[in-house]
T-cell receptor
Framework: GENVEQHPSTLSVQEGDSAVIKCTYSDSASNYFPWYKQELGKGPQLIIDIRSNVGEKKDQRIAVTLNKTAKHFSLHITETQPEDSAVYFCAARITGGGNKLTFGTGTQLKVEL | GAVVSQHPSWVICKSGTSVKIECRSL??????MFWYRQFPKQSLMLMATSNEGSKATYEQGVEKDKFLINHASLTLSTLTVTSAHPEDSSFYIC??????????????FGSGTRLTVV
């Protein structure tokens, strides 16, 4: 089955700096890669996603890049703000895999003032 | 946008009792519901997948007789933890997805249920 690795597990940045979180996946049949933000005691919220036919997608301060050859994708947050502090999860979905998402292990992002 | 309502948000129950968690898609029809369990500081672990009107498909290691899933309609799925034990204490999260002709509309997560078994 699919295996998704995520790094780093914790990330501390100064307000205004950029944050990058990286994920790798194992199954080349994966075709959809969402990123979720989870605040304490809440369910995950989709912040951005990318499909396998696209290399990059941007939404204001958030961007995701996908390298299918290397089987990795990254989340980029620019001009970080304290409210960006949360746990971020990457995920991957395999075509024909029952539409199941396989999640990475999560990154605790802390934006310091 | 798509909204999934999950209830209760937290529940405390005694060992040996059963607890039901509900997940409703408010403004769309969920063809598939996913149920996850999340332990503190860990990732989401898929427990089972259910399609409306069908029996749920459970992941390896998840006891189907203990975690009963019902997906009787396109807007409601329930997870019942039967004969709960302290080790079942966890954060349970549902996720709903819908599919159209040749298109997948993504996944919407509920707000989660904190279950504590005492």
């Amino acid at each position: 089955g699919e295996n998704v690795e995520q790094h780093p597990s914790t990330l501390s940045v100064q307000e205004g700096d950029s944050a990058v979180i990286k994920c790798t996946y194992s199954d080349s049949a994966s075709n959809y890669f969402p990123w979720y933000k989870q605040e304490l005691g809440k369910g995950p919220q989709l912040i951005i996603d990318i499909r396998s036919n696209v290399g990059e997608k941007k939404d204001q301060r958030i961007a995701v890049t996908l390298n299918k050859t290397a089987k990795h994708f990254s989340l980029h947050i620019t001009e970080t703000q304290p409210e960006d502090s949360a746990v971020y999860f990457c995920a991957a979905r395999i075509t024909g895999g029952g539409n199941k998402l396989t999640f990475g292990t999560g990154t605790q992002l802390k934006v310091e003032l | 946008g798509a909204v999934v309502s999950q209830h209760p948000s937290w529940v405390i129950c005694k060992s040996g009792t059963s607890v039901k968690i509900e997940c409703r898609s408010l403004d769309f029809q969920a063809t598939t519901m996913f149920w996850y369990r999340q332990f503190p500081k860990q990732s989401l672990m898929l427990m089972a997948t259910s399609n409306e009107g069908s029996k749920a498909t459970y992941e390896q290691g998840v006891e189907k007789d203990k975690f009963l899933i019902n997906h009787a309609s396109l807007t409601l799925s329930t997870l019942t933890v039967t004969s709960a034990h302290p080790e079942d204490s966890s954060f349970y999260i549902c996720s709903a997805s819908r599919q159209g002709t040749g298109r997948n509309y993504g996944y919407t997560f509920g707000s989660g249920t904190r279950l504590t078994v005492v």
